[in-house]
């Protein structure tokens, strides 16, 4: 998947320009079609890929002459920034490893801990905070596994469809969508708007296609593929899942890290919403049994 995720990628970044230029005589054909004035006209056709690139401020000319500023004037600069993500890379792989070694002993680590807590609190606090422990494990195991198994399927069925259909850039959207459904909501959101500005540069007609396959799909998702893998254990009302999303993303986002605050949202709210209506309901059962309070 990896090697055709690159050629599709590279494909499509070497034919950015020639798409443009296509969708942009599709938009001549159209004002033809209405008989727009033939000023707009010729404007339209006067604006093509390197008028794209001047818009958003990319010019050939300056790209090259910032290159050459950085490797005359900025050498110290960029060695330092070499040795940062070099050290960004060896943290990377040791957190990989150390998340290794941890899930291997998993069993071992959960029952010092639950040692820890017994011995560190009264008999009753440390139950409940073990209670607790469960259910937060219960709801990020089935959260999380559910997730990333929807995220395969989802991806497969994409790319299936997409064959079937004859798009381009199937691999390359099918992983996109893939993974984008396990941030919720806005994820599938993104991919829809991505995959079809893509399609839109080379065919309108595919942009089309594909919106109404990822449509079905997402109908398969929603019916069937989410209740079997995730289920409806959360517990949590629509309403705040959505915010859940973009408060974690925004809180996160502070630190780099607004896609992880996307992806444990979900289960973490569902904690929170958890732990809460049980307070709530033992608050009023609590005053239903003293009135005066």
């Known amino acids: ?29 159209l004002l033809n079609r209405f008989h727009i004035d033939e000023g707009i006209i010729n404007d339209v056709k006067a604006f093509d890929f390197d008028s794209l690139l001047k818009l958003f401020g990319f010019d050939y000319s300056k790209i090259l002459q910032q290159i050459t500023d950085i490797v005359l004037d900025t050498g110290t600069q960029a060695i330092w920034q070499f040795v940062n993500f070099g050290s960004y890379l060896f943290y990377l792989f040791m957190g990989f490893m150390v998340s290794l070694y941890m899930l291997g ?19 009753k606090i440390a139950d409940e905070i073990l209670r607790m422990a469960d259910i937060s494990n219960g709801i990020f195991s089935d959260f999380v596994g559910g997730k990333l198994v929807e995220s395969v399927v989802v991806g497969v069925l994409v790319y299936v469809l997409m064959l079937v259909c004859q798009l381009p850039y199937a691999i390359l959207i099918a992983v996109m969508c893939g993974i984008s459904t ?8 993104v991919a829809t708007i991505i995959a079809c500005f893509i399609l839109l540069t080379i065919n309108p007609l595919y942009a089309i296609v594909f919106f109404i396959i990822y449509q079905i799909v997402q109908n398969v998702d929603g019916n069937f593929i989410y209740p079997k893998f995730i289920g409806k254990g959360l517990g949590l009302p629509p309403i705040w899942i959505v915010v859940s999303v973009l408060f974690f993303s925004g809180v996160f986002g502070a630190y780099g890290l607004g896609v992880i605050g996307m992806v444990i949202a979900v289960p973490l709210t569902a904690c929170i919403y958890t732990f809460g209506s049980e307070y709530i309901n033992y608050r009023i059962r609590k005053k239903s049994d003293n009135p005066e309070e």
């Open 182 to 189: 396990i941030i919720p909501v806005i994820g599938s959101l």
């Open 105 to 123: 002993s998993k069993e071992k680590l959960i029952n010092q801990m639950k040692k820890m807590v017994i011995a560190l609190f009264p008999k």
């Open 1 to 29: 998947v990896i090697p055709e995720l690159m050629t599709s990628f590279f494909r499509l970044v070497s034919n950015a320009g020639n798409y443009f230029n296509e969708f942009m005589a599709n938009i001549v054909n």
